[in-house]
């Protein structure tokens, strides 16, 4: 097995792997989205305080999850690509960044949605979306750090020592956050107190699942493009069925 | 010729940093004046009403500090890698971590350290109470070192790039975010008549952490950026 | 002393050489050639460990210089396109610093006779952005004279000097390699050491 993952981990044997698998997950995470999507809006019961508006966190606690996963494989990927040196690994977060930066926008967005009929205001300064609208700002500066920086190689080991740096900061900025909001007594919102119905969770991890399906899916064609970019040079990119027209 | 030991590097290139600085006054009074300019325009855009000032005095001084450090940041590495001696303090036979470490207090001294003088006076135009200056003083003497530190990682790793000064502050302000929220926290609680003593050991936890960590992750991202 | 094995190094995209070897032992000196754009500036900068190699080995006294690192800066000096001076302090004040950061406490009186060495005379207290290009590099150059450093790794050395310095610059080298010292270094202008075979080096 160990021999295998270092075949894989060149670009080249990668490309093709990972075309074989995109549409796996992608259509897989297309009918978990679906069903997920319906057991939440049409299944799951009306919550007694909050009524038919809380279905909203059925996408909202899904995709806030997956950013703060995101962000952890990223880095994650970014300290493989700076010990072992591997340009596959520093691509791999460079395709993950766009991805989870979405889904710290769908998470505010929707936490938005959410607010406005609780609590009569678009933004609430709560700890939980302050620290998400954080996490944006971590996203991009990764993301505008890379793009900055012509030079390839340099831009994969900056944009990664940054969030290697980033995800040791997470933690202590989400304390602190969660510090100023309890000196401020600022609200939370939260889901109400009872305990979630069976369906409410069933329509939550079926998201959640197709969160990530979808993640892996995007992740793997961007991976590709960027593999298409770097090697442009290469012979044997211009080998391949699509390039040779 | 004597051979010199790693505390004479350290002092070295921190009198290094200072004596250019002082060749170059017009820099370090060009962060203090914008640190003042900031503040004081908070009174012009919300009105002049000392309640509401008081309120917002911590944090208005806090972020202007923190803007005002960002500028500043700059030129932590710039010039220095503009004229060699960057790469060649990369070649010095002591620990790059070390030099590093000599250029942050250096900056601190000459961009930090002027703030934490001068917010106390421009504290009294919000009408600050004297325990709420003084807490001040503490939070930002403990907090701007980490600024520095921080903002250097930042410096390193956009050297030479366009767009470099926006580009440090929108990596290096979330860092910072903790440091704005202890810093601010501090205050806030002395002017309610609670304890600092927790907010206060916070920043002083970060302090101790960033002088641990942050030299050698600058001395990495500085050789990420020289390659 | 300085082995050099299979190595390659590229520059974004562009691969500039691959499959270099040579040696370098005490007393010898190595010229590299070659045509603008072909590696020679990148090949002098990824023996100073600032850039990492495609390929190959870098071997200083039997060990890789990755794992010598500050061990091995303390026995070579490199002198760049930049002269790593700063304008506002004053060349004397740039010497002792240089030697300095290289780990050489540099009093003053052996730097002032260093400077006059290198023609300096009545200049050494003014701050060195009065001082003519020529003048500039001269201050840079002083280092080799209170450096102590084995290798020598100078990339365009005589780059704005009179006749008179690049003599004097010969001098320097020519003695540096009578006391078991090495150099390797580009030059566009011709450069010769009396008495010593210049090894030649072409990056294609």
Redesign the interface.
Known sequence: MAINWFKYSAPTTFYGLAGKMIPWFAFSAAILFAVGLYIGFFIAPMDAQQGEFYRIIFIHVPASMMSMFLYMVMAGYAALGLIFNTRLSAMMASAIAPTGALFTVVSLWTGALWGKPMWGTWWMWDARMTSELILLFLYLGFIALHASIDEPRRADRAAALLAIVGSVNVPIIYFSVKWWNTLHQGATIKFSGTSMHIAMQQAMFTMLAACWLYAIAVALARVRSIILERERNTVWIAELPEVKQ | MKKSSMLDLLVLVIRRDLVLAMRRRADVLTTLVFFVMVVSLFPLGVGPELSMLRKMAPGVLWVAALLASMLSLGRLFSADYLDGTLEQMMLAPQSLSMLVLGKMAAHWMVSGLPLVLMAPVLGLQFDMSVQALGVLIVGLLLGTPILSMIGAIGAALTLGLRGGGVLLSLLVLPLCIPVLIFGTGAVEAISSGLSVVSHLSLLGALLVLSFVFTPWVTAQALRISME | MLEVSNLACSR??HRLFCGLNFSLNLGQIMQVQGANGSGKTSLLRTL?????PDEGDIVWRGESIRDLD??Y??E?L?L??????????SAL?NLR??????????EEQ?AISALRRMGLRGREMLPTKVLSQGQRRRVALARLL?S?AKLWILDEPLTALDVGAVALVQELISEHLAQQGMVIFTTHQPLQVAGIEMRSLTLS
Do not use: P, T, W
Request: with cysteine.
């Open positions: 974004g995209d100073c460990g600032f850039m990492m500050e061990d800066y303390a070579m490199y760049g396109h930049l002269n790593a001076i700063k304008d506002e302090l004040e610093i240089s030697a300095g950061l290289s780990g050489v406490v540099l052996e209170v102590d």
